[in-house]
């Protein structure tokens, strides 16, 4: 069994994974940036390395920084948690290269399903129902004619990368010439990789994504699935396990396409599989993400199992203890994302934490790494803290949740709270009529309600 594990990211991600590994037995090892000196994943670690200044360029998504380190604290495994280098097929390879366990899948499968253009073409070749769509566009004109061709509404985005970064809706030929300008930049910037294609915009669909988890020996269980589709930017805010009014067939059938796709590029360790779903239930695969999600807790309590643990087990080469009809969900959860952002412009709003009242009580699982007098940096994603609550049913968890957020207060900085507030008590969300619209159609009613208080 893995005796040591050095965690190669920050924040709630890395002191959640340090909480399985004390569990487990196993010894832990941080690393952390000028700006992190303070962090909770520095202090609850067993040990912790100084990897550079504040910028992630030059501290967390130093490869080599980050290998020297490990070998230094003679550790046998390294774990990626979600985002900087978890998603790099390079760190995976230059992991195993340096004689660490990688804990995630192989970098092959971190490399096909990491280009969006790659995958797109993988899964149609595996016979997955995907999003209508186009090759790579090297031109705005290309643009044009391809989304003529498609139908507007289209989606612009970035072959690479993630976390709503180089999306753009477009609804004409201008919007689609602007977009592409843009987001050529924006992904070049962020992913080092220009390249654009389109998909069809499908209209009022539901974001639901199917938690997978493989061993090395080929077994392939599906957990469930979740809906994400409250989002802002394309970025997720709330998530609930299970979906509301999924009807069994189509879940079944998720689930078969979901495995069809796992099995398709020999993949082992846990995953998600996204889809859109439109009105009539029809889905289409949107991408793979191959690694821990942040919303992972609400599969977690809902299923009562620990992702993490089995990401460590499975990369230590031991089996998934389960077969697929021992897989049940109990109850229903609700995660929302706290983040330091202006509730009116949706903006982040770095700053220090003047006095943080945490909510508690049954049902509420809440991790959150900062503390009165904790400084939310421009440098990172500006995500505080995420808090899940799990209840007999829906109905059970929305009324803790709402208690929960009525009694937390973050003093100091600008939050999101009083916008999950808003969404939480919102009819429209209490009767489950949720879809990727949903802060298009509602945004203004709760920017208004905030601006009015």
Same mark, same amino acid.
């Given at each position: ?7 190669? @990211? ?97 970098? @092959? ?218 897989? @049940? ?125």
């Amino acid at each position: 069994m893995i005796q040591s594990i050095l965690i190669a @990211n920050r924040g709630e991600i890395a002191s959640r994974i340090i909480r399985t590994c004390q569990k487990m037995g196993i010894k832990t090892v941080s690393v952390y940036s000028d700006a992190d000196k303070q962090a909770e994943h520095v202090q609850i670690a067993d040990r912790a390395f100084h990897v550079g200044p504040s910028r992630v360029h030059e501290s967390y998504l130093n490869q080599e920084t980050i290998i020297a380190c490990a070998k230094e604290a003679d550790v046998d495994a390294i774990h990626p948690g979600y985002g900087l280098l978890s998603e790099q097929s390079s760190f995976a390879e230059n992991c195993e290269k340096n004689g660490f366990i990688f804990i995630g899948p192989n970098a @092959n499968s971190i490399s096909l399903m990491g280009d969006k253009l790659q995958a797109r073409e993988t899964m149609v070749h595996a016979g997955i129902p995907v999003v209508p769509g186009s090759a790579d566009l090297q031109s705005k004109e290309a643009v044009v004619e391809e989304a003529k061709k498609i139908g507007y509404p289209v989606m612009l985005k970035a072959a690479s990368g993630g976390g709503g970064i180089g999306i753009d809706i477009c609804h004409t030929d201008e919007e689609c010439r602007n977009a592409y300008e843009k987001n050529k930049k924006k992904a070049a910037m962020f992913f080092g990789d220009g390249s654009l294609y389109l998909e069809k915009g499908l209209v009022n669909p539901r974001h639901i994504e199917v938690q997978v988890i493989a061993d090395k020996s080929g077994n392939i269980l599906t957990v469930g699935e979740r809906d994400c589709s409250i989002q802002r930017r394309h970025q997720k805010i709330v998530e609930e396990a299970p979906a509301l009014d999924l009807s069994e067939n189509t879940r079944e059938k998720m689930y078969h396409i979901a495995k069809k796709a796992v099995s398709a590029i020999g993949y082992e360790n846990a995953g998600t599989i996204e889809f859109l779903v439109d009105e009539d239930e029809m889905f289409y695969f949107l991408e793979m993400n191959t690694r821990l999600q942040v919303e992972h807790p609400v599969t977690e309590e809902v299923f009562g199992v620990d992702l993490v643990e089995w990401q460590i087990r499975i990369a230590a080469g031991e089996d998934l203890p389960w077969k697929q009809e021992d897989m @049940n969900a109990k109850g229903h959860a609700i995660e929302v994302r706290v983040y330091a952002e202006d509730p009116v412009r949706f903006l982040p709003s770095p700053g220090t934490i003047t006095e943080i009242q945490k909510p508690d009580g049954t049902g509420v699982r809440h991790e959150c790494p900062v503390k009165t007098g904790s400084v939310i940096t421009p440098f990172y994603d500006p995500m505080i803290a995420k808090m899940i609550i799990k209840g007999r049913n829906r109905v059970e968890a929305i009324e803790q949740l709402t208690r929960a957020l009525e009694t937390y207060r973050i003093s100091g900085i600008k939050t999101n709270l009083a916008t999950l507030r808003g969404i939480v008590n919102h009819p429209a969300f209490k009767k489950g009529n949720v879809n990727t619209s949903f802060m298009t159609v509602y945004g203004n009613e709760l920017r208004l309600e905030e601006e009015n208080k």
